[in-house]
């Protein structure tokens, strides 16, 4: 019996219910002792996860299976919603903002339920759902609200710029769910998220780069063209910051071990030498400088005091 369990969690994401164990001839009993010998995870009432591939998992993965077994576990009456419709439908959203699994109820209702695992929410009305891989989840364009509302700021504009570069939703729609959800409570979030919300990000480290930086007062111009003195473009930035002269850039997944890495290495200081030649201050962030915007201001200023590109 465990092999033929352990055959079906191989193919249904590792994840088996209550009523999907009934129809193998799985016992409730089995399933507790699988999880009592420490082979299956309960996630909630009768959604069970295989924990050794639960375990090895990443963040976002596990969230993405605790987010199916929830579901599985009420067919039809609940949908993803939130952060965790976000990671369904494939978009960015931070580790730090994955503990809780949201979902919400598709029929109308005013109550909202909290567990220790999830938390269920109100219905948001007509048009809210779509399908991804037979489960239903919340609209890309309420997922990004959302994600603003529950998780803030960082992962709303990280979530809603993936989903207006991907082309999920649009900044039209966007506004309409922001007018027909005007009264729920945070929204004011969501609204400043999608007022800086930009397809031009290539990553989620752009992103919060550009949050950030809008935060620190600067306004900035993304995927900037950097001219030599012949008009030929030499390299395509990820921001400019035209008052101060200054260039910034995003180095969060740049690897420069081995032959290779030193030679992206030299590549990439010959071209940051030839930007500086140009008169342009120069500025590199890492993950970390994300969460440090003193940090950051400082490195912006100096860079300023060594450009002679302020327009």
Known sequence: MQTQLAAFLSGHEGVVTTAEAARLGISSNFLRGMVRSGVLIRIA??????????????????????????????PGALAASHQSAAVLHRLPVLQRDLDLVHVLHRRPST???????????????????????GLS????????????????????????????????????????????????????????????????????????????????GYEVVPQFRVLDEHGRVIARVDFFIPALGVVVEFDGA????????????????RREDQIRALGYGVVRLVWSDLFAPQKVDRAIKAAAATARRAV
């Open 45 to 74: 009432r009768g959604a069970y996860v295989g924990a050794a591939d639960h375990e090895s998992a990443g963040p976002t993965k596990r969230h993405r299976v605790r987010t199916v077994a929830i579901l599985r576990s009420q």
């Open 111 to 133: 109550e909202t339920r909290r567990h220790d695992a999830f938390t269920i929410h109100s219905c948001p009305g007509d048009g809210a759902f779509t399908q991804v891989g």
């Open 137 to 216: 989840v919340v609209v890309p364009a309420l997922a990004v609200l959302g994600t603003a509302v529950s998780a803030g700021a960082s992962s709303g504009i990280v979530a809603a710029d993936a989903a207006l570069r991907g082309e999920l939703t649009t900044r039209a729609e966007l506004d309409t769910w922001l007018e027909r959800l005007r009264r729920t409570p945070g929204m004011s979030v969501a609204r400043h998220v999608v007022e800086q919300a930009s397809p031009s990000a290539e990553s989620a480290g752009e992103s919060l780069s550009r949050l950030l930086m809008h935060e620190l």
């Open 254 to 269: 740049v690897k420069y071990e081995g032959r290779d890495g030193r030679d992206a290495l030299v590549r990439e200081k």
